[in-house]
């Protein structure tokens, strides 16, 4: 790695050198990481065969859930390839803030899945989802309910076993 880097450093000084430009400019197109790698998200829709390119173009006429699946899945799948290089006893955990919004239930069952199959532990907040799907096998679940105008809320917990959502008895209040 030492000599990539040296070698890097020593081209943009020639290129410096023979251009009359500024060190500095080189050296920044020179080591700027963004360059060195070129990524290409591509999809397919419905019952097309094979794969486009996902251009802004075609991006911004996806649905709302549509496009929401494009960006959860390379983000998982980014997430996926950082933790691999992890332990094996590391947690893998994603946290998602108003999960899977606009998705609909079909493909919010196979994000689960997906989640699943990847090996994932997360923390999702949402309005409207509960997780209990097929493709997950147990799941925690916190409901936050406030009455209107009180300054505290009460915790529901329930569990999803794989097949059926029950209360755990016992709330919390906070």
């Not at 991006?59 to 959860?72: D, I, P, T």
């Amino acid at each position: 790695m030492i000599g990539h880097f040296r070698a890097q450093i020593t081209s943009a000084k020639q290129s410096a050198q023979e251009e009359q430009e500024s060190l500095r400019q080189h050296l920044y197109r020179a080591l700027d990481y963004r360059s060195w790698f070129r990524f290409e998200l591509k999809y397919r829709k419905g019952e097309q065969t094979g794969y486009r390119p996902l251009t802004d173009a075609r991006f911004n006429v996806l649905s709302g859930g549509e496009k929401a699946m494009a960006m959860y899945i390379p983000l998982f799948a980014a997430t996926w390839s950082r933790y691999s290089d992890a332990r094996s006893d590391a947690p893998r955990l994603i946290s998602l803030d108003e999960a899977f919004a606009g998705v609909d239930e079909e493909n919010m069952r196979d994000m689960f899945k997906l989640l699943t199959d990847m090996g994932f532990d997360y923390m999702m907040t949402s309005q409207v989802l509960w997780g209990c799907f097929d493709t997950v096998p147990k799941l925690a679940i916190y409901e936050i309910y406030r009455p209107k105008d009180v300054d505290f809320v009460t915790l529901f917990r329930y569990r999803w076993n794989g097949s059926r959502k029950e209360y755990v008895e016992g709330g919390i209040r906070a």
